[in-house]
């Protein structure tokens, strides 16, 4: 017995099914795939009771809109998009906050607008979805019709599957948000900085990119000055990371991302650390970057520290204030409580 | 230029290590050789790693190890590395050469490489072919080993739409398309067999350290076998020859 579907009403610009990747079959040249922004993916999870690597919707600068036709399903958004509830039978539509777990019911039609912060969001669904796994990963690989949702991109009339029936309970919010961090993105020189001119890698850290119309989950084109090689841009096919900025001979950089080839024949200048990826996945068409090289251990060390963050994000997840018809007088009373909580308590000796 | 084997830096969630320069199946013994060691040993955070023409990619996670650790754990596995990879497989591969649809490119190989048509053929079912990686699309192999007589620039204009199964070569490698895609290698033929095929237990039919040697089919055999694949009853194990 089937625990119900979302129907899709409008997919959305660029919706696709997502977990941490596929890992495992590079060797073979099976892609990764997988989220652009794992902090995300793993938090919505994490609200919605889910384990961090559970299939989501990834949805790309324009959510969907769905009808719930399931008995109910409980839902989690993170990112920054305005959310509409129109419950069944008509009625008031009304906003639901990101990063707050809520309950749908039958016949409730929510649907997500733009995305206003970064180009990416997720909505998760407790339980998942009930779409087999290929190759041991529910991430879509759309360049080959693999995994996800029929291995593409959702459309409008899309059944998507649930795996469990929700039940009323508590909800449960995020406290504080992601950091993604600011500044320059970091960078580790390698592995063929040796085939760029000192010149080359002196504009490649010092000038500033910006990120061309071809920016999509395979890789980031970025427009701004060229670098220079100092033999042609071809060496022999190898593997390649999320991250592998590779320069061809228009000296014009490329950021991989999640689903580039498992291998490469152009010359890589540098990788972005792993904690900055993130971030740039977010980037949108139009947004300006610089590059500043750091250590690989300085990249690991930023790694850890991105972890604790995100470890204390869900440490903090806590159950949620009803978000209904709070008056006036309650919500005056919640804050001096909490004001009282929160402060130093030497304050109050 | 250091000695090899040299490690080079891919972020803080990679390495490679690389065991040569060029396409030679001496370095690429000694890539395949770190990539079983790796997988029988299973170091913590050890995620995979991708052999290709003359480096090992290992991948890892930086929350479980660090370059560090691996790097030195990988180092210390290079006294011990010995060129004598774990036994690929060994397949025969049925090629319908004899349709100019499959093989557009069969006549001007041969005009190009000052031979007949049947010479091109018998060339290339002639051979025995090494398979050096995969990567580009999911199952797509390199094989290496083609004859010196049919070594081909790629095309100058790739073509945008290659059909799936086509057989082709280009400079010393030939390849088997498993997907339609673009691409510039010149086509000699086609196999009805799917080098991916989701359906399959291991859709990905060819690994690296496998060898392939291809065998010329008939139109109507390719015909048959084809309907046996769609069918999904085609038996691919039989095409491994057994040592």
């Known amino acids: 017995m089937s625990a119900g579907v979302l129907d899709i009403v409008a997919p959305g610009l660029m919706t696709s099914v997502q977990d941490l990747g596929r890992r495992g079959h590079q060797a073979l040249g099976m892609p990764v795939a997988g989220a652009t922004d794992p902090l995300a993916l793993r938090l919505v999870n994490t609200l919605v009771g889910n384990d961090e690597n559970t299939g989501a919707l990834e949805i790309g600068f324009l959510g969907p809109a769905f009808t719930v036709n399931a008995e109910a399903v409980r839902i989690a958004f993170g990112g920054s998009a305005k959310l509409m509830l129109t419950p069944a039978g008509g009625g008031d539509v009304r906003a639901l906050k990101p990063w707050r777990s809520a309950l749908l019911k039958r016949g409730d039609r929510l649907a997500i607008g733009a995305v206003e912060e970064g180009s990416v969001a997720y909505l998760a669904v407790a339980g998942g979805f009930a779409i087999p796994a290929f190759m041991g990963s529910l991430s879509t690989y759309m360049r080959s019709g693999l995994g996800g949702f029929e291995g593409r991109a959702l459309k409008a009339g899309d059944r998507l599957p649930l795996n469990t029936a929700a039940t009323e309970g508590d909800e449960r919010e995020m406290a504080d948000v992601i950091d993604y961090g600011s500044g320059p993105v970091r960078v580790v020189l390698g592995p063929q900085e040796d085939r760029f001119t000192a010149k080359g890698i002196e504009t490649f850290l010092s000038a500033t990119y910006t990120l061309t119309k071809e920016a999509d989950r395979m890789g980031i084109r970025l427009e701004g000055d060229s670098v220079e090689h100092v033999r042609g841009a071809d060496i022999a096919s190898e593997g390649v990371v999320s991250g592998s900025i590779q320069v061809p001979g228009n000296g014009k950089p490329i950021i991989l991302m999640a689903d580039r080839q498992t291998t490469g024949g152009y010359t890589k200048i540098a990788t972005v650390i792993s904690a900055d990826l993130p971030r740039v996945g977010r980037m949108k068409p139009g947004d300006t970057l610089s590059f500043v090289a750091v250590e690989v251990a300085v990249a690991e060390a930023a790694r850890r520290e991105q972890e604790k963050m995100l470890r204390r994000l869900i440490d903090g997840i806590r159950t949620a204030l009803p978000d209904v018809y709070l008056d006036l007088n309650a919500l005056y009373t919640q804050n001096l409580i909490s004001g009282a909580v929160d402060a130093p308590s030497g304050f109050w000796r | ?243």
Not at chain 2, 66 to 84: I, T
Not at chain 2, 215 to 227: E, L, N
């Open chain 2, 1 to 243: 230029m250091s000695a090899y084997p040299q490690i080079r830096s891919f972020g803080d969630t990679a390495f490679s290590v690389e065991f040569g320069d060029g396409i030679d199946r001496g370095v690429n013994a000694m890539v395949m050789a770190l990539h079983a060691a790796l997988a029988d040993l299973k170091p913590a955070g050890l995620v995979e790693t991708i052999p290709s023409f003359r480096a090992l990619l290992v991948n890892y996670d930086p929350l479980l190890t660090s370059r560090a650790d691996l790097e030195r754990l990988v180092r210390d596995l290079f006294a011990g590395l010995k060129p004598q990879q774990r036994a690929g497989r060994l397949w025969r591969l049925p090629v319908c050469y004899a349709n100019e649809e499959f093989g557009p490119d069969l006549k001007e190989v041969a005009e190009r490489c000052k031979v007949t048509p049947e010479r091109v053929i018998a060339t290339h079912t002639g051979g025995r072919y090494f398979v050096y990686m995969l990567g580009f699309m999911p199952g797509l192999a390199y094989m290496g080993g083609l004859d010196a007589s049919l070594h081909l620039p790629r095309r100058s204009s790739p073509r945008t739409k290659v059909p799936q199964s086509s057989v082709a070569i280009a400079e010393s490698m030939t390849t088997i398309y498993p997907w339609e895609s673009p691409g510039g290698w010149h086509l000699l033929g086609r196999t009805p067999l799917r080098l991916f095929d989701a359906a399959r237990a291991e859709p990905i039919l060819l690994a690296a350290g496998d060898e392939v040697t291809y065998v010329a089919i008939s139109t109507d055999d390719y015909a048959a076998m084809t309907r046996q694949v769609e069918q999904g009853t085609f038996d691919y194990a039989a095409l491994q020859v057994k040592s």
